[in-house]
């Protein structure tokens, strides 16, 4: 049995909580073995980190969101990936190391490189087997967002133009750093399809345990 590792990426209403379900169905329909998990919040420890990261209103600063996002990640890691890897599980997560070079180092202005450093002593050499992004048209993000504007959390809080520079990161990092660009527009069956198709492609079909 071989585990895989598949992360799904995208801005804020792209669908990707609902397109990780599907896929972990679709592994399990194949008579694979499968987990969801997301990031931050994947395991207890994880779930404080995001309660810091994500429900308060309170400042916080651009550095110690990218430490806490590595930290979150390196306990996930250790906890809950590696351990389903081995096992030949398919771990599929809502968001990983991509979301931190694009949210604090693009949009906060960290800068990439110095994202992508924090984040190679917390994963410690554990990669994606694949990424994808997930996009929308400009104009349907900014209808998906607004439509939930007022129970959000700290980062879909931010500014339009904030998530206008998250959403440009995902579309020129994607090139540079070998994500999937997928097509998000459409019903969630529709996009699902697309995504399997995808996944499918790059890493075959699940084996059975």
């Known amino acids: 049995m071989t585990g895989r590792f598949v992360v799904l990426e995208g801005a804020d209403g792209t669908g990707k909580s609902t397109q ?25 420890n994880g779930a404080r980190i995001r ?11 651009a550095r110690a969101e990218a430490l806490l996002m590595a930290a ?13 890897l081995a096992r030949g599980e398919w771990v599929i997560s809502d968001r990983h190391v991509p979301s931190s070079l694009v949210y604090q180092g693009v949009a906060r202005g960290l800068g990439v490189d110095e994202v992508a450093r924090i984040n190679a002593w917390a994963t410690a050499g554990t990669e994606p087997d ?44 994607a090139a540079s750093e070998g994500w999937a660009v997928l097509d998000a527009s459409g019903a969630a069956d529709v996009v699902g399809d697309r995504l399997v198709e995808l996944v499918e492609a790059r890493l075959g079909r699940p084996s059975p345990s």
């Open 20 to 44: 990780v379900a599907r896929l972990v169905d679709w592994v399990r329909s194949h008579g694979g073995s499968a987990r969801a998990t997301r990031e931050p919040g994947g395991t207890a």
């Open 51 to 61: 309660a810091v990261l994500l429900d308060g209103s309170d400042p916080l600063d």
């Open 72 to 84: 979150d990640r390196a306990q996930a890691l250790t906890e809950l990936v590696r351990p389903a």
């Open 130 to 173: 694949l990424v994808v992004v997930l996009d929308l048209p400009d104009d349907l993000a900014d209808t998906r967002r607004a439509a939930r504007d007022g129970g959000d959390d700290r980062m879909e809080r931010e500014s339009g133009a904030f998530h206008e520079r998250v959403r440009r990161a995902y579309r020129e990092l």
